[in-house]
């Protein structure tokens, strides 16, 4: 494992830690959440993708501020902190008012029914509640359509990884 997975891994169990003394209720997309539904770290990662209820903003900007990561971008759907060269991307999510969760900001970005994981899995000793794959499959599969570039090479990967963990019935939990 090299030095910035061992950094990441040190972020994330101050998440884990932090968010939960302060009663936070979040959940790993990206890369991360794969390495952790499959319980080994697959490759290098460029950041942590996290998703939090909007409700919750204020709470996290002040227990992540307080645990020494700073605000490095600010929109209306994300916030981007930073702990020396690690990024922590958060996106917030609501609920319509039919019940469906959306990402905040984005009202065409829903979230069907058991994409948010129950159970934290485990990596390396640090638990964390996952996004499900069908839900990383679907954003992965729409990253060409929301920024008008096409899949870089390791979303490829992701995309395959995904499809493998769906036939084979892997869940968020």
């Not at 884990?16 to 539904?37: E, H, K, S, Y």
């Not at 697959?42 to 709470?59: E, K, S």
């Amino acid at each position: 494992m090299d030095d910035r997975a061992r950094a990441q891994l040190q972020i994330l169990l101050t998440l884990q830690t932090v968010l939960a003394a302060n009663r936070v209720r979040w959940w790993l997309r990206g890369g991360w959440a794969i390495d952790f539904m499959l319980g080994r770290i697959t490759h290098a990662h460029a950041d942590i993708d996290m998703v939090v209820w909007v409700r919750h903003r204020a709470r996290v900007y002040r227990t992540l501020q307080d645990a020494d990561l700073l605000v490095d971008r600010e929109l209306p759907v994300q916030t981007d902190f930073r702990l020396g060269d690690v990024e922590v991307s958060v996106i917030y999510l609501t609920r319509r008012s039919d019940g469906v969760i959306i990402t905040q900001g984005i009202p065409e970005w829903e979230w069907p029914a058991g994409s948010l994981g129950r159970r934290p899995r485990l990596l390396d000793g640090i638990g964390a509640r996952v996004v499900d794959p069908r839900q990383l499959l679907w954003e992965k599969e729409g990253y060409e359509r929301g920024t008008g570039r096409p899949p870089r090479p390791k979303d490829l990967v992701s995309m395959e990884t995904l499809r493998a963990m769906i036939a084979e019935g892997q869940t968020a939990g």
